[in-house]
């Protein structure tokens, strides 16, 4: 079965950088396009960045972007999020997300498989 499996979350200080994982199994990786999401406590799952599965091209957030770089390695299956200059309202679960689509598609109907999440706590 499909396994989407986030890694590198933790706790951080303000102005801090982590690098979060996605392992995928299970599914034809380089078909899917490629996707980062978030949810705090009491919010709705928000979209943070997303790379295409052909060209690489990629999409951000307006609150992440110029600090947040999504990248893949189709053939180690993986996706990676980097986060640098962290800030406390980045504070929240960040879920890794596969969809069977070209482009780059930023709502969470359009995705297909989740992970089960890493929680990234920045401090301030």
């Known amino acids: 079965q499909v396994q989407l499996v986030e890694s590198g979350g933790g706790l951080v200080q303000a102005g801090g950088s982590l690098r979060l994982s996605c392992a995928a199994s299970g599914l034809a990786f380089s078909a899917y396009s490629m996707g980062w999401f978030r949810q705090a406590p009491g919010k709705e799952r928000e979209f943070v960045a997303v790379?295409?599965?052909?060209?690489?091209?990629?999409d951000y957030a307006a609150s992440v972007k110029g600090r947040f770089t999504i990248s893949r390695d189709n053939a180690e299956n993986a996706v990676f999020l980097r986060m640098n200059s962290l800030k406390p309202e980045d504070t929240a679960v960040y879920f890794c997300?596969?969809?069977?689509?070209?482009?780059?598609?930023?709502?969470?109907?359009?995705?297909?498989?989740w992970g089960q999440g890493t929680q990234v706590t920045v401090s301030s």
């Open positions: 790379v295409s599965r052909y060209n690489g091209d990629t």
């Open positions: 997300a596969a969809a069977l689509t070209s482009g780059v598609p930023t709502t969470t109907r359009t995705y297909r498989h």
